[in-house]
């Protein structure tokens, strides 16, 4: 349930930043929403060790923690956005 809400939380952190980030900054936006996923899957990382569970088990659900929120705002915010007329 914890993993599903987590992956949640980055969906929704997209979306919104989607919805709000104006298309100049959408890149910039995509490299920061990046960076900051890393450290919250890292310290739930370290949060799930500290459980007891191994690194092995964490590792791969953290792989999916990541790479879909992750994938989700470059394919939604990292493409090229024409120049202005």
């Known amino acids: 349930m914890r993993t599903l809400l987590i992956l ?4 929704v ?3 919104l ?3 709000y980030c104006p298309r100049a900054h959408r890149r910039p936006a995509a490299v920061a ?10 310290w739930n ?8 569970y191994a690194l092995g088990e964490e590792l791969a ?3 999916v923690l990541f790479v879909i929120p992750v ?3 470059w394919w939604r915010l990292g493409r090229r956005v024409p120049p202005p007329p």
Do not use: D
Not at 8 to 11: D, E, S
Not at 33 to 42: D, K, P, Q, R, Y
Not at 45 to 52: E, M, P, Q, T, Y
């Open 61 to 63: 659900i953290h792989a």
């Open 33 to 42: 929403f990046s960076l900051v996923w890393l450290l919250a899957c890292g």
């Open 45 to 52: 990382l370290v949060i799930g060790l500290s459980h007891g």
């Open 71 to 73: 994938g989700l705002a």
């Open 8 to 11: 949640l939380i980055g969906i």
């Open 17 to 19: 930043l989607a919805r």
């Open 13 to 15: 952190a997209v979306w």
